[in-house]
């Protein structure tokens, strides 16, 4: 029997496969493929933060930074120079601690 499954993997699960007695079948993506199966996995992390609660959560907000790590480095960047990228738009924006909701603009006359 098989199971299909067609996406990106942490690079244990191959190991992890092979150790529960099953052979795993996979190949190495180029860097354009590699990207997209990224982006890709990110939504379905981002879909699984939504629906997660409590320590459930934080698992799966600890998958999406992985992935957002491995995204960075596609870039030649690091996790701190996207940390690093964020505090700055902080210093300059705000972050989002004030809960503020913005529902609409008036303009000048």
């Known amino acids: 029997m098989e199971r299909i499954y067609n996406k990106l993997v942490r690079d244990n699960i191959p190991n992890i496969i092979i150790s529960n007695g099953e052979t ?12 997209v199966e990224l ?3 990110l939504n379905e992390e981002y879909n699984e933060v939504l629906n997660a609660a409590g320590e459930d959560r934080i698992e799966e907000l600890a998958d999406m930074l992985e992935i957002i790590k491995a995204l960075a480095k596609l870039e030649n960047k690091s996790l ?3 940390i690093d990228c964020s505090n700055e ?10 809960k503020i909701f913005l529902e609409k603009v008036i303009e000048k006359n």
């Open 24 to 35: 795993p079948i996979t190949k190495i993506l180029d860097d354009d493929t590699y990207k």
């Open 89 to 98: 738009k902080a210093k300059k924006r705000g972050a989002f601690d004030k």
């Open 80 to 82: 701190q120079d996207v």
């Open 39 to 41: 982006e890709k996995k």
